[in-house]
C-alpha cells in the first residue's frame, strides 16, 4: 500500500532516509519543519493553488490523442503538462519550493538541471518572487540544451557549467549540494525530482501529485486500465501515480534503455541496478561491485541519471507500480509518430512513455492509456536536427 | 582493541598539552606503489596520525582538489581491497593511529560488517563516513564498534547544542568538528566558525575533538592548536602531490609541507 508519508527517518519501507553531512542536517530539519507546516496550512495553500491556476496555467488539458489511438488500436489520454507555464511539469514542485525558500527567509536558490526543465522552472519562479538563481547544469548537457541555458539567462538566472564526471545530471546534483554544504545559511535548493535527503523526496512528490489529482477529477470516474510516465529521478512519473495508486489502473514507469540494456549504456536504475546510496538517499543506482557508482546513458537529458526516487524504489519492490524501459531509438520514433498524428512535438523524455505503449500496443489493443506528457520537445529539436546533419 | 593507538595518542597529546597533527591523503596517490611511501614521509615528518581516503565516484563533502584526487585513485585501479591494504602497511611502517575515511555506499554495498572486520585486519584504529549523520549512523558504527574500531562522527558550525549533545552521546571515538562550512578545500583566511564550534563541543563532551575542513596553512593550524586535540589537513597536501611533476617531487613538496605544519602546532 502506498505511504501518504514517509517514516520519521525519511523512508518509505527501506529506502529513502537522509544520508548527508552532519552541516546539512539541520538546514534539513528546518525544511521538513516549514514544509509541514506551510503544507498544513491555508495561507500557502491557497497562494500555491492561486499561482498555478493564474500563472502556470493549471489545470492542464486531458486530451484524448484520436488519431494516436486510432494509429495503435489503444485508446491513449494525454495528460498535457507540456502545456504549463514553461513547457514542463517542473514549474508545480519550481514554485513550491521558491515559496517556501522566501517564507524560510532564503534570499538566494540554487537548483540543478539535466534536460534545462528544471533550471528553467526554477529561474522562473525565482524571478516571479524575487530571489536570486544559481543553477548547475553539466557540460554535456549544455551542449545538448543550450536553448534552455539561454532561456535561464534570460530570466536572470546564473548558470554554471560542471565540468566533473560525466558532465550530466548526476554531477550536476553533487555541484548544487556542494554549494548548498557552504550557502546553507542564506540558500535554499531547490531539488527538481523526488530524489535526494528527507524531506526532499517527500515534498517533490506533494507538489507534483497536483498532476494525478486533475487526471482523476477530468476523467469523471472512468479510471484508465494503465498509467504511464517516464522515469528518471521520477518526479512526473510519481507525481501522476501516486493519485492513483490502489485505485486499480496498472501503473508503469518507462526508464531510459539507451543503447539498450545489454549494452549498458542506460539509465534503468530499477531495472538494471541495485540498492544503494546515492545524493543523500537509499535506492535503486547504477553502481559497481564496489559502490562506484556509474554512468547513465540516455539521448534524453532528463533520464540521464544513474538513481531514482526512493519512493519508486518502494512502488517496485512492492509492486505498487512495474517499471520498464524503451530505448533511445524507440523513443525518437515515438517522439515522430505523435508529432505526426497530434501535433505534439513531446520532449524527449516524455517520448519514452509513449514509445513502450508502441511497442506494446498488441497486448494493450482496445484499453485506456493514460499519459503524463511530461514536457514539450522545443528544447530538443536543435539536438535533433545537429543528429539528423 | 584497534583504537588503542588512537586513544594512546589522544591521552599523549592531552598530558603534554599539544595539538596532533593527522594529514588526509587518499589512499593510492602518488600511485599505487609509492602511497605508502608518502604517509611514511609524512611520519617521519611529525605526523602523529593519518586519515586515509578511499576513493568513491560521487565525493558529495568534497571541493575539487579532493574530487581530483578520487579520481586519479579510481583510474589508477585503487579498490576498497587496495585502499586497505595501503592502511595495512601504513599502520605497520609508521606505528600511527590510521583512520579510514570514505562514503556510505562504498560500505554498504560490501556490507558493513565485512567492510569493519577488514579495517580490523589492517590494524585501522577507526572510521569516517562524510555522509552518515547521527540518524543513520548506527548501521555502521554498530558493526564498527563490534569488531573493536572506533567511530567518528561530525560536528557542524549549523548543529545545534542539542544535537552536539546527541553526538557526544553516541560515544564516538573522537568528534570531527567541521571547521567552516563548505566541501574540503583550501581557504585565504581563517575561518570564523572555528573557534565558535570549538568552544561549543569542549562545553557539551570531553570527548576528543579533531577540526578539520578548510585547514590547509601553518598559520590556521596555529589559530586552532589550543582549541582541539587534533587537526585534519587536506586539500593542501592532496593538491601538492596533484601538482607535482613526478613522484619524488611530490614527496619532497608533502614533507615540507608538513614539517611546517607540525612546527606550527607545537
Redesign the interface.
Known amino acids: 500500500m502506498k505511504l501518504e508519508r514517509p517514516d520519521d527517518?525519511g523512508r518509505f519501507g527501506e529506502f529513502g532516509?537522509?544520508?548527508?553531512?552532519?552541516?546539512?542536517?539541520?538546514?534539513l530539519d528546518e525544511l521538513a519543519e516549514a514544509f509541514e507546516r506551510s503544507w498544513s496550512g491555508d495561507r500557502f495553500v491557497g497562494e500555491y493553488q492561486r499561482v498555478l491556476r493564474d500563472y502556470v496555467g493549471r489545470p492542464t488539458p486531458l486530451h484524448e490523442a484520436g488519431r494516436l489511438s486510432e494509429r495503435l488500436g489503444v485508446r491513449i489520454l494525454l495528460k498535457r503538462e507540456d502545456l504549463a507555464h514553461t513547457g514542463a511539469h517542473k514549474i508545480n514542485n519550481a514554485i513550491g519550493q521558491v515559496m517556501l525558500a522566501r517564507d524560510m527567509g532564503k534570499p538566494r536558490v540554487i537548483a540543478e538541471t539535466g534536460a534545462g526543465q528544471h533550471g528553467v522552472a526554477t529561474a522562473t519562479a525565482a524571478a516571479y518572487f524575487g530571489l536570486k538563481c544559481d543553477v548547475y547544469m553539466g557540460e554535456v548537457d549544455i551542449d545538448r540544451q543550450a536553448l534552455n541555458v539561454h532561456r535561464m539567462g534570460m530570466l536572470g538566472a546564473r548558470v554554471s557549467p560542471v565540468t566533473?564526471?560525466a558532465g550530466t545530471l548526476?554531477d550536476a546534483v553533487?555541484e548544487a549540494?556542494?554549494d548548498w554544504?557552504?550557502?546553507?545559511?542564506t540558500t535554499h535548493y531547490v531539488i527538481g525530482s523526488v530524489v535526494g535527503p528527507h524531506p526532499f523526496p517527500w515534498m517533490v512528490r506533494e507538489f507534483q501529485k497536483v498532476i494525478g489529482e486533475e487526471a482523476l477529477e477530468q476523467l469523471e470516474g472512468r479510471l484508465p486500465d494503465y498509467v504511464v510516465a517516464c522515469v528518471g529521478g521520477g518526479s512526473n512519473a510519481i507525481g501522476i501515480f501516486y493519485p492513483f495508486a490502489g485505485l486499480g489502473p496498472q501503473l508503469i514507469g518507462v526508464e531510459a534503455a539507451g543503447l539498450g540494456i545489454e549494452s549498458g549504456q542506460h539509465g534503468a536504475s530499477i531495472g538494471a541496478g541495485t540498492p544503494?546510496?546515492?545524493?543523500?538517499t537509499r535506492t535503486y543506482l547504477l553502481?559497481d561491485?564496489?559502490?562506484?557508482?556509474l554512468e547513465a546513458h540516455s539521448i534524453s537529458a532528463g533520464l540521464d541519471y544513474p538513481g531514482v526516487g526512493p519512493e519508486h524504489a518502494f512502488f517496485a519492490e512492492s509492486g505498487i507500480a512495474r517499471y520498464e524501459s524503451a530505448t533511445d531509438t524507440e523513443a525518437l520514433a515515438a517522439m515522430e509518430l505523435l508529432a505526426r498524428t497530434e501535433g505534439i512535438i513531446p520532449a524527449l523524455e516524455s517520448a519514452h512513455a509513449i514509445a513502450w505503449i508502441i511497442r506494446e500496443a498488441e497486448a494493450l489493443a482496445g484499453r485506456t492509456v493514460l499519459v503524463n506528457l511530461s514536457g514539450r520537445g522545443d528544447k530538443d529539436v536543435e539536438q535533433l536536427a545537429r543528429m539528423t546533419q | 582493541m584497534s583504537r588503542f593507538r588512537l586513544e594512546r595518542l589522544f591521552a599523549e597529546v592531552r598530558s603534554s598539552g599539544r595539538t596532533a597533527l593527522l594529514p588526509f591523503m587518499t589512499a593510492g596517490l602518488p600511485s599505487v606503489s609509492t602511497s605508502v611511501d608518502l604517509f611514511v614521509a609524512m611520519a617521519d615528518s611529525g605526523a602523529d596520525g593519518f586519515e586515509v581516503g578511499i576513493p568513491?565516484?560521487?565525493p558529495?563533502?568534497?571541493?575539487?582538489t579532493i574530487?581530483a584526487a578520487n579520481?586519479r585513485a579510481?583510474a589508477g585501479g585503487v579498490?576498497?581491497e587496495k585502499g586497505l591494504e595501503v592502511v595495512a602497511a601504513v599502520v605497520e611502517r609508521t606505528g600511527k593511529p590510521v583512520i579510514v575515511m570514505t562514503?556510505?555506499?562504498?560500505?554498504?554495498?560490501?556490507g558493513a560488517a565485512i567492510f569493519a572486520e577488514r579495517c580490523r585486519e589492517a590494524g585501522a584504529s577507526g572510521v569516517i563516513v562524510?555522509?552518515?549523520?547521527?540518524?543513520?549512523a548506527a548501521a555502521i558504527q554498530d558493526p564498527i564498534e563490534a569488531t573493536g574500531l572506533g567511530m567518528v562522527?561530525?560536528?557542524?558550525?549549523?548543529?545545534?547544542n542539542a544535537?552536539l549533545e546527541a553526538i557526544a552521546a553516541a560515544n564516538p571515538v573522537f568528534i570531527y568538528g567541521?571547521a567552516d562550512?563548505?566541501?574540503t578545500g583550501e581557504r585565504r583566511g581563517s575561518s570564523s566558525h572555528a573557534r565558535e564550534l570549538a568552544a561549543r563541543i569542549r562545553t557539551v563532551t570531553g570527548l576528543p575533538l579533531v577540526m578539520g575542513v578548510g585547514i590547509s596553512t601553518p598559520d590556521q593550524a596555529r589559530s586552532l592548536a589550543g582549541e582541539a586535540d587534533g587537526i585534519i589537513v587536506g586539500s593542501a597536501l592532496v593538491r601538492r602531490v596533484l601538482e607535482a611533476p613526478d613522484e619524488q617531487a611530490a614527496l619532497d613538496a608533502v614533507r615540507n609541507a608538513v614539517v611546517e605544519l607540525a612546527g606550527a602546532l607545537r
Do not use: C
Request: charged share 25%.
Open positions: 527517518r532516509g537522509r544520508f548527508a553531512p552532519e552541516t546539512l542536517i539541520p538546514a566533473s564526471g548526476k553533487s549540494m556542494r554544504v557552504r550557502t546553507v545559511e544503494g546510496i546515492l545524493h543523500g553502481q561491485d564496489e559502490g562506484q557508482v | 568513491y565516484s560521487d558529495m563533502m568534497d571541493g575539487p574530487q579520481r579510481l579498490t576498497v562514503y556510505a555506499n562504498p560500505i554498504f554495498r560490501i562524510a555522509d552518515l549523520p547521527l540518524e543513520e562522527l561530525f560536528a557542524a558550525p549549523t548543529s545545534s544535537r567541521i562550512l563548505g566541501v
